[in-house]
């Protein structure tokens, strides 16, 4: 019995795989895997979960060891990346041959990892950082490339910089994408940029969230920041365009901008879109699921945008995994933009292959967690204990994850104890549930009772372990990984 039971057990392993193999994502579609959170799961683990995807294309934001060590061996297209904090120091030309022999050729054997871009930097002239890497960009881009040239790699091999959609935009007096242009304070550098990349044989590479268009602007016309949505009350009409989301008249105010100085068909790769589904009001999952069902479906169809109608459009989904440690200088809602939970559950069906069908994605396989324990308000607290109490909340916020706390988030609607419970587990689970993580003063205690944290919607996590120890673990958790390979063949097969 038992021995067929496992015997069972490998074919549906094999069938999951063989059909996984076959089925890759729709052409084009890479997604971005961001490492800023308090747990990791093994990097072995987290390759295997874009390809049990079919992931082909990846976007990661540094050239980290760890990471790379995943991706060796695995096929998958890398955009790597130099980030802003070390854009002055290629500068020097030295340096850059340096960053491009330790993290380019080192991974350059078969068995390696196929870097197809290197991203020079991450957004460099974002407005909040208030012209800090305007001119050291593009001395990095041309220093990171001329070392790619000159190792060999240029032919496949292209340095790019993944810009913020704030890098253009339209005059007030002409709201409409045919008038773009880029922002004043930038013109300059974006013009010698695009014409080193039109050079280079390089794409321009953006990010664009139609999420911020409504993040913080009650105005923002709702529907328009999807792609189902029709034309918003006022229809942007432009040239004869009816403009019908947020997305296509970004995206083209970029192409009309590039137009304007001589490059109206540099060739433009969408850096980072996506939707979040938590820590804001319009960052919920029914939000997400709505605009990656349209974003999918205008891949899947090989749909442009109205002035690149046929363009194949390489695009990177932001992101893979939530990441608790990212800045919520933004908003509350960037802890939270993963498809994947921080410890690789899907979040909701996607039509990641373009068949017309969503279905749920594939969870991580041989994830090993913590202990089955939590920290919470201890019984014996009462109101007199309120100053402390909220002092001990205050401290445990400001140092792990409390984003789903906030108005109409997940954890929105929970009274003053849940909350306290809530902060204090967050914080003990931040710190691999270390004894001293949960005292507060005395208000916290460990439960192992799954029904003292038991609050709906609200999940009080319990953290993965560190990554060198879940590595170990793999074959405890086949039984596990087991029955996730048949939900999944059983999932591609209906
Ligand atoms: C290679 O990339 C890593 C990770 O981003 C970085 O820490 C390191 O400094 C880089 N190496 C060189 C020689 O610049
Ligand atoms: C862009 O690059 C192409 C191919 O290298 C070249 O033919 C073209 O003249 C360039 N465009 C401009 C405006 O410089
Ligand atoms: C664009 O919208 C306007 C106003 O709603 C409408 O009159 C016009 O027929 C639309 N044009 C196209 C091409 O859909
Ligand atoms: C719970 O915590 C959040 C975030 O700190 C706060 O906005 C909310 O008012 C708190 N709710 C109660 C009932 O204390
Ligand atoms: C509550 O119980 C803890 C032990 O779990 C103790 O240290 C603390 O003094 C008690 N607090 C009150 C207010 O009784
Ligand atoms: C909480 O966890 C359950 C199962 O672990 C999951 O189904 C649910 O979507 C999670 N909720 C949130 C808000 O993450």
Known sequence: ????????????????????????????????????????????????????????????????????????????????????????????YGRAREWVKENVTRYSFDGGVDIRYVAVGNEPFLKAYNGEFDRATVPALRNIQRALDEAGYGKRIKATVPVNADVYDSPASNPVPSAGRFRDDVAGTMADMVRFLNRSGAPLTVNIYPFLSLYGNDDFPLDYAFFDGGPPPRPVVDNGINYTNVFDANFDTLVSALKRIGFGSLPIVIGEVGWPTDGDKHATVPYAQRFYSGLLKRLAARRGTPLRPRARIEVYLFGLMDEDTKSVAPGNFERHWGIFTFDGRPKFPLDLRGAG????????????????????????????????????????????????????????????????????????????????????QGLAVVTEDDRDVAQGACNFSVQVAAAALAGAAVAAAAAVACAAAVVAALLVLV
């Open 1 to 92: 019995m038992a021995a067929a039971t496992a015997w069972r057990c490998v074919a549906a392993v094999v069938v999951g795989v063989v059909i996984m193999a076959a089925v890759a994502v729709v052409d084009g579609l890479g997604v971005n895997w961001g490492t800023m959170a308090t747990h990791r799961l093994p990097p072995k683990v987290m390759a295997r979960l874009l390809k049990d995807n079919g992931f082909k294309k990846v976007k990661i934001f540094d050239a980290d060891a760890t990471t790379m060590s995943g991706l060796a061996g695995t096929g998958i297209e890398a955009m790597i990346a130099v980030p802003n904090d070390m854009l002055a120091a290629v500068g020097d």
């Open 357 to 440: 069908r969503p279905a749920m994605p594939v969870p991580a396989k041989g994830v090993k967690y913590l202990p089955r324990r939590w920290c919470v308000l201890n019984p014996n607290v009462t109101d007199d204990d309120a100053g402390r109490l909220a002092d001990n909340v205050g401290y445990a916020c400001s140092h792990s994850d409390c984003t789903a706390l906030g108005y109409g988030c997940s954890c929105g609607a929970l009274d003053a104890r849940g909350n306290a419970s809530y902060a204090f587990n967050v914080y003990y689970q931040a710190q691999g549930q270390a004894d001293a993580a949960c005292d507060f």
